[in-house]
């Protein structure tokens, strides 16, 4: 009688620790299928860019795929570059990068795809594959 209690309680102790694992088994597999799903949806909403800068004396750096979250042109330049700006108008105006200022008759601006946006650095959106162009030059609008 007393070998058949150990036994069944041995039965007992056996199934719960299936029940039991089974359980955590499964708990771990729907975080890792969250976790996968949050960085899939992080990964779709980043843009991978590429940004060079000319500092107007010969001197280009390119950076070939800057990965973002925020995707606007001025935020690209700040995943690389040290930046400072000036705000006129509410609008962000780059002044100076990696201490590289502006002069009296040298500005930074940039061009997306080989084009001058008619939108400020923080308003223009950015997309992947876009090629971002920061320059020190003089006015490109006269």
Same mark, same amino acid.
């Given at each position: 009688?007393?070998?058949?209690?150990? *036994?069944?309680?041995?039965? =007992?102790?056996? /199934? &719960?620790?299936g029940?039991?694992?089974?359980? +955590?088994?499964? @708990?771990?597999?729907q975080?890792?299928?969250n976790y996968?799903?949050?960085m899939?949806?992080?990964r779709s909403?980043?843009?991978?860019?590429?940004?060079?800068?000319?500092y107007?004396n010969?001197t280009?750096r390119?950076?070939?795929?800057?990965? *973002?979250?925020?995707?606007? =042109?001025?935020? /690209? &330049?700040?995943?690389?570059?040290?930046?400072s +700006?000036?705000? @006129?108008?509410?609008?962000?105006?780059?002044?100076?990068?990696?201490?590289?200022?502006?002069?009296?008759?040298?500005?930074w601006?940039f061009w997306?795809?080989g084009?001058?946006?008619?939108?400020?650095?923080?308003?223009?959106?950015?997309?992947?594959?876009?090629r971002l162009?920061?320059?020190? /030059?003089?006015?490109a609008?006269?």
């Open positions: 009688m007393a070998s058949q209690r150990v *036994l069944v309680l041995a039965l =007992a102790v056996c /199934a &719960l620790w029940i039991v694992g089974t359980a +955590t088994s499964i @708990y771990y597999y975080q890792t299928m996968y799903q949050q899939m949806t992080i909403s980043l843009a991978v860019v590429s940004v060079s800068i000319d107007g010969g280009t390119t950076y070939p795929e800057v990965h *973002l979250f925020k995707d606007t =042109a001025l935020e /690209a &330049l700040r995943a690389v570059a040290n930046v +700006t000036t705000s @006129y108008a509410g609008t962000a105006f780059v002044t100076a990068v990696n201490g590289v200022p502006q002069s009296s008759d040298k500005f601006q997306v795809n084009e001058a946006p008619m939108t400020a650095a923080e308003a223009t959106l950015l997309q992947s594959g876009d162009e920061w320059k020190l /030059a003089k006015s609008f006269g």
